[in-house]
């Protein structure tokens, strides 16, 4: 790594030197925003639009009920899959497009556990995002199985590390790679290891991973894989408001994966109308219903761009952002009562830096005001996400600038950034 | 009803007294198509490609995370919602929107038996479309509850109609109102009668009745109303490919139904991130995950339309079309083997007319290239979709005839008409 940025001129050194910096001009953003959301929302690619419109106006409008298959309907999910697959590690056939990740935890939670009926405890952080915890209390009560909230930081230890033994009581474990509060990259290979050591599958939830920072799906565990993944890809995969979902089944549970959500358009002859359910060969099982094409076909223009984006140099542009925000927040706002929820080791660090401070939702109000776009999780965490296809470092040291100034002089204690609601 | 069209001048006659004839300009048709087949995808209304633009260029683009507030996301599930409750005879707060029809059968299946917990039986059709079919026995299997499958005509004498006792065994009733592949509509007011008495709850399918005939939920059974309703909005309701589902469930069970898919946009305090789930107050308790918002915005161009129409002029018409074509057949297409599965009796019937004949899936191929879309269901079923909004009596009366040329000069035996995958 190069060396932290800590001033306006580094930063603009940095840009200047920005392999990334082409991609910027990809992405619609009004001038003077500084979008520090994109953990939540990604933004828009400017190719986005016409994607859309002819989705609309030729494939719906004009080719209509033609288009499942003159317009490649019918094979979106799983070739819009794929396209995700190379985003994270996983190998072609192996991860299907659709529904949100709340339906997409409920297929692999469920797919987990019953590849291990004979046990009845699931594994989860207490600490994660709310629908992980919910849908794992529901698929846990619907299967009989037992939910127990641990700390990812203590879960190479509760599954009993280097044993081989495959006695365990845990059927499946459940984490997010990285906390959607604090921004903590877990061990992810450690305990996925750690899991397979236990007898358990273990099921990775990449909202805020994918797209951020590179992810071997497939090479965790010395090759073995995760056993299945779930994630969104309207954070940092930019593909729009509720864009669908995806889920990822290794190719060696295909076969068994017995999944509760078992929709017409993953049976194993969809057109032939059947009484029974018969899945598909492969990751088609993972389809379940018509899914949302519109919203579906957006995500073609932003993964156009993960095309031609290395990953690394993704990981490495973010990990200098979050580096300036950290230091930033040491050298210049500890005296206002800033402390960084974030790790500081690389290595624990997802693309996100949380904030912990007083009156931080109002901070996160005015920053809005002022053009910079972050977000307010509750109690007291000030969440700014680093999108590096979009964003310059000279953004990012101006953000924290704007924000030092606000707290000095307490400009967001005005009435008017009074409490509303905000979205995830 | 008027007498049936049994010639090119009487069609033209109807056209010229429809009083939905204003509406027809409001959909996008390619020249020459006569589109039978807006029971599987509805036509596109011209005002959606802007809707759906807006919501991609300004709303996300420019909005970005602003757009929960501001553009109305947040609200947008409920508020749809309202607009095909309005459709269905459901007042407003008792349908949501969002995910797939597979997804919402889901829910409320589970939300139906959960409401008998003594009863172990759900009764559905062994004729339903398949999804139907596949998501009961998984709910079944993950509740323990037996599937039984009778046919919807004999519904009634299996309830046993006229007890009140409601000491039956059978928990929940599952059927759509209109049969997929006949057109047949079943008696929804005997049967939720029927099913109440029982003290079994009622789900209804709606997916080829929303938009294509009245519905009145709240109103079965005395004023009662159905328990719970699902339904896709993209057939009849012209709200594109994969278009969100919908949910209805009945005001009087919003406090106790018990929904498996607890995704966080259902909790009561969505934005307080709670470690377990308590859902929400009224509908809103259906909301699952985050929804796709440019599938779901374009819905609403399609409503806009449903506004300013009158449903039993819509109805009118629709028996108008269907009539027009079961005479035809039955008095020019029957020495070629052609035999309506379609009933003949008005109240039997929904907006499509099912023919059986020989060599059907060839029919259908040959059809399409003369301009005249309709489809195929397995085995030897030609259906034909009658969307009365966009369709003339004239073009159905020119379909007939095409069919009848084709039929009769053998053309659909060309071998370029080769069986190939299609979808419903």
Request: glycine share 10%.
């Amino acid at each position: 790594m190069t060396d932290v940025i800590t001033s306006a001129a580094e930063a603009a050194a940095a840009d200047a030197a920005d392999p990334l910096a082409e991609h910027r001009a990809k992405f619609a953003l009004r001038a003077g925003l500084v979008y520090l959301d994109g953990n939540s929302l990604g933004a828009m690619p400017v190719d986005a639009p016409a994607l859309i419109d002819d989705a609309a106006r030729r494939q719906w409008g004009q080719d209509l009920i033609e288009s499942w298959n003159a317009n490649g309907w019918w094979d979106a999910p799983v070739r819009i899959g794929d396209r995700i697959g190379r985003l994270i590690g996983a190998k072609a056939g192996q991860v299907i497009c659709g529904d949100s990740t709340s339906i997409q935890l409920f297929q692999a939670l469920s797919g987990a556990l019953r590849l291990n009926p004979d046990r009845r405890v699931l594994l989860t952080d207490g600490g994660n995002f709310p629908t992980d915890q919910y849908i794992a209390d529901s698929v846990g009560r619907l299967l009989g199985v037992e939910v127990r909230r641990i700390s990812p930081a203590d879960a190479v230890t509760a599954l009993g590390s280097g044993s081989r033994s495959g006695i365990g009581e845990i059927a499946a474990v459940s984490f997010s790679a990285v906390d959607y509060r604090t921004g903590e990259l877990w061990d992810v290979e450690a305990i996925t290891a750690a899991a397979h050591a236990h007898g358990a599958a273990v099921v990775w939830d990449l909202a805020h991973a994918a797209g951020a920072l590179p992810v071997h799906l497939d090479d965790l565990d010395a090759g073995a894989g995760a056993d299945f993944a779930v994630g969104c890809s309207y954070k940092y995969l930019n593909g729009g408001p509720g864009a669908p979902a995806w889920l990822y089944i290794n190719a060696r549970h295909q076969a068994t994966a017995d999944l509760p959500l078992t929709g017409w358009q993953g049976h194993a002859e969809p057109f032939a109308l059947h009484q029974h359910y018969a899945p598909a060969e492969g990751i088609a099982r993972g389809r379940i219903g018509t899914p949302p094409l519109l919203s579906m076909l957006a995500l073609d223009a932003a993964l156009d761009i993960f095309d031609a984006a290395d990953l690394e140099q993704v990981r490495a542009k973010s990990l200098a952002l979050t580096d300036l925000v950290l230091r930033y927040a040491a050298d210049h706002l500890a005296d206002l009562g800033v402390v960084a929820a974030t790790p500081a080791e690389h290595h624990r660090r997802g693309s996100q830096v949380a904030l912990r401070l007083p009156r931080a939702y109002e901070a996160a109000q005015a920053l809005i005001e002022a053009g910079v776009v972050g977000d307010f999780r509750a109690p007291d965490i000030l969440r700014l996400g680093f999108a590096p296809l979009y964003l310059t470092h000279a953004q990012v040291w101006g953000a924290m600038e704007t924000l030092e100034t606000i707290l000095r002089t307490g400009a967001h204690l005005d009435p008017r950034f009074a409490i509303r609601a905000a979205v995830t």
